[in-house]
């Protein structure tokens, strides 16, 4: 928590050089907030198509409806929002283990998933907007290294789901030479379980549809910078906004403060101000998009999690589920509890949905 309010409070320390604060509170006070509304509303189709993208990771394991699975999407920004340490993943997985029964290691091993192809997303947007767009030479190089960081992430993720004998194997004699007793009993379920959460990418078909869908979510998520742009007195390019949104949620994946002060803001800023925006123009429109973003989902989240009936306590109760197993009839007996570790993958090839047995993970 205190890492990630001294990198919020250095963003917006970097933000301050060339703001006018009377400029700033006369663009805010000028706005026409009414294109919030079309914003806000391209905003949520981009939230159902989340859910739906969610849902498709989740097919290996079990098929749960869009439907049910968009609570619990809100409910995880509410807790990106609010709680530090982005608690709100957690607190998802929390809720569908309750509602659907999936191990929560299995939940965050999907959501792993979406935060590379998002990743993955951001840096193409950056590229395709480096020949129209050009960046500052810092944000160059910094794109640069994040691009190698989620690319060597992605490759290691997909090779682990595409050879999951190789990966046993290798756990296996990893697992062997540090782990005893009952840590190795946790962890082995917890590595069966995540490998199965990864299953989605062993098939290139799979792939390509999760990384449409994320392209999809991405340049909705652009035309919503797009229709808040119109509320104030400044035109830049789709492009240019693209660069934005990439740059944008580059940074955001640094730790940072709940609702990601600073680490949105600034990018945003000094992105606009490189195209000849007026500073303190920049910061009125970033300021009101943040909340734009912010807001709404958040609101929602925070109605889901009371329909929940969820409590400040759950959170803590999500950490505690995530690192703890319950016996199962799987493991009393060896050999039941290896089928039971290859029987969501030959479910899964067989085209049929795998029944995850009840864990408190």
């Known amino acids: 928590m205190a890492i990630g309010v001294i990198v919020s409070a250095f963003f917006i320390y970097l933000a301050l050089p060339g703001l006018h604060l009377p400029t700033v509170v006369e663009a805010l006070r000028t706005a026409n907030y009414w294109w919030l509304v079309p914003g806000v509303a391209v905003y949520i189709i981009g939230l159902w198509v989340r859910t739906w993208r969610w849902q498709y990771t989740l097919r290996p394991v079990k098929l749960v409806p869009v ?9 995880g920004y509410f807790g990106n929002n609010v709680f530090p340490f982005r608690a709100g993943e957690l607190l998802r997985s929390y ?9 929560i290691s299995t939940s965050l091993a999907t959501v792993i998933i979406e935060r590379l192809t998002d990743g993955l997303v951001m840096i193409m947007f950056v590229f395709i907007a480096l020949p129209f767009a050009p960046m500052p030479e810092f944000y160059r190089n910094a794109v640069i290294a994040m691009t190698v960081m989620f690319l060597m992430a992605t490759a290691v993720f997909m090779w682990m789901a595409s050879q999951p004998e190789r990966v046993e194997r290798f756990y296996a004699l990893l697992a062997g030479v540090v782990l005893r007793g009952r840590v190795r ?16 990418l062993s098939e290139p078909s799979d792939v390509i549809m999760i990384f449409f869908t994320s392209v999809i979510i991405w340049l909705l998520e652009t035309v919503k910078y797009w229709f808040v742009m119109h509320a104030f007195d400044f035109s830049v390019s789709f492009i240019v906004l693209m660069l934005m949104n ?16 600073g680490t949105f803001d600034t990018p945003g800023i000094k992105t606009l101000e490189t195209f000849g925006v ?17 807001v709404p989902v958040t609101m929602l989240g925070a109605y889901f999690f009371w329909r929940e009936h969820l409590k400040m306590s759950d959170i803590e109760a999500a950490r505690r589920a995530a690192d703890t197993t319950e016996s199962t009839p799987a493991e009393v007996d060896p050999a039941a509890k290896a089928a039971s570790a290859e029987a969501p993958y030959n479910a899964a090839e067989n085209g049929e949905q795998s029944a995850i047995p009840s864990e408190s993970f």
Do not use: Q
């Not at 809720?95 to 191990?103: G, P, T």
């Not at 962890?187 to 199965?196: C, E, I, S």
């Open 95 to 103: 809720v569908l283990k309750k509602r659907e029964d999936i191990a």
């Open 67 to 75: 439907v049910t699975l968009f609570p619990m999407v809100c409910i």
């Open 246 to 261: 990439g740059l944008v949620n580059l940074a955001t994946t640094l730790p940072a403060a709940p609702g990601y002060i």
């Open 278 to 294: 007026d500073p303190s123009i920049a910061a009125s429109y970033t300021f009101t998009l943040h909340a734009a973003l912010w």
């Open 185 to 200: 009993e946790r962890t082995d379920d917890l590595y069966h379980r995540f490998m199965l959460g990864l299953r989605s």
